[in-house]
């Protein structure tokens, strides 16, 4: 492989790459309007009442601020009115043609999921299932729905992957990362069996209402701690899936794990090697290396993307985990927006640079 | 070096700024209390619209828990990430000393100056002459 640092004026001007963007955020232009179709009465007389109640210390809005208002770009509000992501035509204009998206994968956040009440949880993800459809995959091939589910409550959304199993809209089952007890643990196994028969993979998306801190140590002072510690926080749930069993008892599952960076997983992987090693007899169940099961089960979405200096470990960190387990993600309309041209400050051969933007996702999405 | 007239002068009055299109540049001017800087519209980092970005002061700090706030509207903070820079220089704030220490030099471009000036943003002389905003080009 040839290694060149990258011309920037030359990447202005080069035909753009048809891309997958895995992970795109849509937001409903207004709940009353785009929502409450799909929700009972009592449920919005719920809302309308009470509101909304996360799994978090604090009452209203995010634990921590955002790097930008709704933490959009400045650039992505649309003309006509509405939040980021909230308008088709703006998202076609602005980011699906530019940037040649052939494949968008939504994922809507603060849409259900981590609510403290649990039947509350269960009909609005069911709400947003089907307003993806409504609004936004029946309208746009090119985009592909995340199936909502009330991850707290298993038998719940088990129901939930039964009934939309086999709906070509849907390309993956979407839970956050912050749960409320490390997602290995066998309360979570339904949702995995019923992935795994519905031949989805599951998306394992940075955030979410768990009610710890984001640290191992306690609640960070900053945002850009919030920041950092997605990366922490997904490594630990990583760490739980492979020493509970999980990646043993569901052999065909297959975890993608987006928007939490993806540089840490080589050494996090020579630790668990290492001590899986030594302390084996304490994990039994745990028939192979650690590492044989990430790279076999384990897929990550690239932004934000990995910035070193030199850049040329980039390549090293990318190749340790495989050009193939790669997806690429721009987080539009979010401010930390990777920009397909300028993302990946290398230069690499015609292959990796069509299976890391595009051929990745379309095998594993079963979209070829 | 050519003069390319973009606009009358009171057509940005302090405080306000103005984009303007110089032989196919998207070329941002800006009007810091009577003195007319211009900045290329692109982010240097991952070329987003800097027009779009938010007008900031400079927060800087001695030590934790003192904050001092200065210049205010004379940083432009990209509407993307975040990324400072100082309208009187183009200069990314984030790393001065390592910017500081860089010459900008079109002509003769090594692999490690590429990288060096990717955080600086180009800028572009504006004077007024005769009540018009001139960029020098």
Partial sequence: MNIQLMDRVATDQKIKLAIADCDIHPTPKSVPVEIYPYLSKRWQDYMETYGIIYRQGFPTGPAFPKGQPNAARRDAYPPGGGKPGSDLDFMRSQHLDPNNVQLGILNPLSCGQGVQNQDFSAAYCNAVNHWQIAEWTSKESRLKASLMVPYEDPSASVKEIDLWGGDSNFAQILLLSRTAEPLGQRKYWPIFEAACRANLPVAVHAFGYGGAPVTGGGWPSFYIEEMVGHAENTQSLLTSMVFEGVFERFPTLKLILVEAGFAWLPALSWRLDKLWNRMRAEIPHVTRPPSELIRQHVWLTTQPMEEPEPREHLLDTIEWIGWEKLLFATDYPHWDFDEPSRALPIRVGKEQKEAFFLKNALELYNLN | ?137
């Fill in chain 2, 1 to 137: 070096m050519s003069k390319y007239v973009v606009a009358a002068a009171n057509e940005i009055l302090p405080g306000q700024r103005k984009l303007v299109n110089v032989r196919g540049r998207p070329i941002l001017i800006f009007n810091l209390d009577g003195d007319y800087f211009g900045i290329l519209d692109r982010c240097p980092h991952q070329g987003a619209s800097l027009c779009k970005g938010q007008l900031v002061g400079l927060v800087e700090s001695d030590r934790p828990g003192q904050y001092n706030f200065t210049r205010n509207n004379e940083i432009i903070r990209c509407a993307w990430h975040g990324w400072e820079f100082d309208i009187r220089t183009g200069k990314s704030r984030c790393e001065p000393e390592k910017i500081k220490a860089t010459q900008y030099n079109i002509n003769t471009k090594t692999g490690s100056e590429i990288i060096e000036e990717a955080y600086e943003a180009e800028t572009f002389d504006v004077a007024v002459e005769d009540n018009y905003v001139v960029v020098h080009l």
